[in-house]
């Protein structure tokens, strides 16, 4: 009996540490690891994100290790590390720092804290550490950490709430390709359609002095991949805050765009812009031709998000597939930050021991494509890592026109 188990894929907390870097263009990461750290980077350095610049030929990488061994690890660092920290907040191109490590050198008590103290005793540039999980928690706990932590330690000596201004908290930035800036610009476009102004999202891909700018917001709008930062910075701004679900599919958006809308007073707009979306991108007729041609009575399986689950349901509702089984990539707790969820009896787990039977569409990461692509399942990667699906052009995953690529992509490998 072949076994699936996705807990076994390879990918460890040190490897989400390099994607929170690589999604803000000015920071830089300096580990106290041995030198497997840069392993690491080989999940993301183009093979996931061809756009990734964590290694550059300039020699200006991003990421730096302290290339501890069995020898020097024993020994006091503190020096060395002060020095390195220094040399890096002394360029002029790095404007923040984080600092992580692997457990086999966190467990000695090097007290990380304390050497970012004495170098900001001569050098204010905002430095955070981030305490190494190792392979405790799931990959949205380790994401979510980078975004508390920003949240604790921003400094708010200044703040400037303008009354239209949103900033939105957290959303996933796993890659610098189009379908990740697209989301953002979709994101945008929602909002700025009802008159408000976006000052900050967590994360986009953009500088850190971009992330500084939620200083201006009126309203912290909560994604729901832990809500904790959201919470910490709303309440240190005194600021409002909105807990929403991802908008991914239409229910889903109507609801997201309908609860911003109501709390601003400009539902019209809501309503106008709403209308006018379904008019331009409303492609009803092809869907009722693909519906009988390609999906209906389909049997598809969905590994990936727990907060994609809910618009995942409603768009294979829609098309009249049958939704076999939902994996959870990785814990079910997660599934408590979804507001507003319709299960309707579908199965969601955690982990899988055996077989699926006549199935025709497995969406999934690349890890355990590799392993149903060998057992004869057709296969769709989504989400992170993607190795062999890449995206050069505007590919959304938010809102409706999300809708037909990804209907495209579907119908395409489903027919294939």
Same mark, same amino acid.
């Given at each position: 009996?072949?076994?699936?188990?996705?807990?076994?894929?390879?990918?460890?907390?040190?490897?989400?540490?390099?994607?929170?870097?690589?999604?803000?263009?000015?920071?830089?990461?300096?580990?106290?690891?041995?030198?497997?750290?840069?392993?690491k980077n080989d999940f993301i350095q183009w093979n996931h994100d061809i756009t990734s610049m964590l290694r550059k030929v300039d020699w200006n990488h991003k990421i730096l290790a302290t290339i501890a061994d069995a020898d020097n690890v024993v020994w006091d660092r503190n020096k060395k590390f002060i020095s390195t920290l220094k040399s890096m907040a002394e360029k002029d191109f790095v404007k923040q720092i984080f600092t992580s490590s692997m457990p086999m050198n966190q467990i000695i008590w090097t007290d990380y804290d304390?050497? $970012?103290? /004495?170098?900001?005793?001569? *050098?204010?540039?905002?430095?955070? %550490?981030?305490?190494?999980?190792?392979?405790?928690?799931?990959?949205?706990?380790?994401?979510?950490?980078?975004?508390?932590?920003?949240?604790?330690?921003?400094?708010?000596?200044?703040?400037?709430?303008?009354?239209?201004?949103?900033?939105?908290?957290?959303?996933?930035?796993?890659?610098?390709?189009?379908?990740?800036?697209?989301? $953002?610009? /979709?994101?945008?476009?929602? *909002?700025?359609?009802?008159?408000? %102004?976006?000052?900050s999202i967590w994360l986009d891909g953009q500088n850190y002095e971009d992330i500084l700018k939620v200083k201006e917001a009126w309203t912290i709008v909560s994604l729901p991949y832990w809500r904790k930062a959201a919470k910490k910075i709303s309440k240190k701004l005194w600021v409002d805050l909105l807990e929403l679900d991802l908008p991914f599919w239409l229910d889903a958006t109507w609801e997201f765009i309908n609860i911003i809308a109501k709390h601003f007073n400009v539902l019209d707009k809501a309503e106008e812009f709403i209308k006018k979306e379904l008019t331009q991108y409303n492609k009803i007729d092809i869907v009722k031709w693909a519906i009988p041609h390609t999906f209906i009575w389909k049997k598809i399986v969905f590994h990936w998000d727990p907060y994609l689950i809910k618009g995942f349901i409603d768009l294979s509702n829609t098309l009249w597939m049958l939704i076999d089984k939902i994996f959870i990539h990785w814990d079910e707790?997660?599934?408590?930050?979804?507001?507003?969820?319709?299960?309707?009896?579908?199965?969601?787990?955690?982990?899988?021991?055996?077989?699926?039977?006549?199935?025709?569409?497995?969406?999934?990461?690349?890890?355990?494509?590799?392993?149903?692509?060998h057992n004869n399942y057709k296969t769709m990667q989504f989400g992170f890592p993607s190795y062999d699906y890449h995206i050069y052009t505007y590919e959304p995953y938010f809102w409706y026109k999300w809708a037909l690529i990804f209907m495209n992509r579907m119908g395409n490998i489903i027919n294939g």
């Open positions: 009996m072949w076994e699936f188990d996705h807990k076994n894929t390879p990918v460890t907390y040190l490897v989400w540490v390099l994607l929170w870097v690589n999604a803000i263009k000015d920071s830089y990461l300096w580990a106290d690891s041995p030198d497997c750290f840069f392993f304390w050497v $970012i103290r /004495e170098v900001n005793e001569t *050098i204010d540039k905002p430095i955070f %550490n981030i305490p190494s999980r190792s392979m405790t928690g799931c990959w949205v706990d380790w994401y979510a950490d980078l975004l508390f932590s920003l949240a604790k330690n921003i400094d708010i000596s200044w703040w400037n709430p303008k009354k239209n201004n949103i900033a939105i908290i957290w959303n996933l930035f796993d890659r610098g390709e189009g379908d990740c800036i697209a989301n $953002i610009n /979709e994101l945008k476009r929602i *909002i700025e359609n009802l008159w408000l %102004n976006v000052v707790k997660h599934l408590k930050n979804n507001k507003n969820i319709n299960i309707d009896g579908v199965d969601i787990i955690s982990w899988f021991n055996g077989r699926l039977n006549d199935i025709d569409l497995f969406i999934t990461n690349s890890h355990i494509n590799w392993w149903w692509k």
